[in-house]
């Protein structure tokens, strides 16, 4: 099984704080990143999807991919309670078809 | 917002039993897969599914998982003779492959309980 290194926290910010995400790996074949949200026995709820190395943004949510160096972020702005929850990364080699290889999450709390 | 629908949300069955568990995924996506995530740990892929075939597994997904697609709309689990450490959350996605990907959209879940 490909591997995908995501520290587990958990991390407490206040309201309004910067949020940055990480997620390292080592299967250079992966193309296809992506950052789901999940909350207490739910379903990942998908986030961002991004192909190959850049940033994408999307309201308060950034995402980066460093594929030179194997890497990957997630940043969310002015953070709020509601987005208290656990952030997987995920990747894949190609579009759809195969294995999403996930991390194991990383919670999140962000306190009023 | 399209979304993929999974029934039922928790089920309890005896070891040894047989359980089926059912997704409806998005209607113009056209790869299908099942994955599951043990409590505390990370989710897991078991199985994908296109153009009516496997086209992937893992090695958890061994001879007693199948998956079918019975007809035009449903996507199936089943698990032939349930052990306690098939407890677990499984989670059915799809995705839309090929120009206007947008990535995997999984559902909210079935919560399996073994005893």
């Known amino acids: 099984q490909k591997e995908v290194e995501q520290d587990p926290g958990p991390l407490s910010v206040p309201e309004g704080a910067i949020v940055s995400l990480n997620c390292t790996y080592s299967?250079?074949?992966?193309?296809?990143f992506m950052w789901y949200r999940q909350y207490s026995r739910k379903g990942p709820e998908l986030l961002m999807y991004t192909y190959s190395s850049g940033n994408k943004e999307d309201g308060r949510f950034t995402a980066q991919v460093d594929k030179s160096s194997k890497y990957i972020s997630l940043f969310i702005r002015d953070s709020q309670p509601s987005d208290s929850a656990t952030y997987l990364c995920a990747m894949s080699a190609v579009q759809a078809g195969t294995a999403l290889i996930f991390g194991k999450g990383t919670t999140l709390s962000v306190s009023s | 917002e399209p979304e993929v629908t999974q029934t039922p949300s928790h089920q309890v069955t005896q070891m040894g039993q047989e359980v089926i568990l059912r997704c409806v995924p998005i209607s113009n996506h056209l790869y299908f897969y099942w994955y599951r995530q043990i409590l505390g740990q990370k989710v897991e892929f078991l199985v994908s599914?296109?153009?009516?075939?496997?086209?992937?597994k893992s090695e958890i997904f061994d001879d007693q998982f199948s998956v079918e697609r019975p007809d035009g709309s449903n996507f199936t689990l089943k698990i032939r003779s349930t052990k306690l450490e098939d407890s677990a959350m499984y989670f059915c996605a799809s995705s839309r492959g090929g120009q206007g990907a947008s990535g995997y959209t999984f559902g909210s879940g079935t919560r399996l309980t073994v005893v």
């Open positions: 299967n250079s074949a992966f193309q296809y």
């Open positions: 599914f296109y153009n009516n075939e496997i086209s992937e």
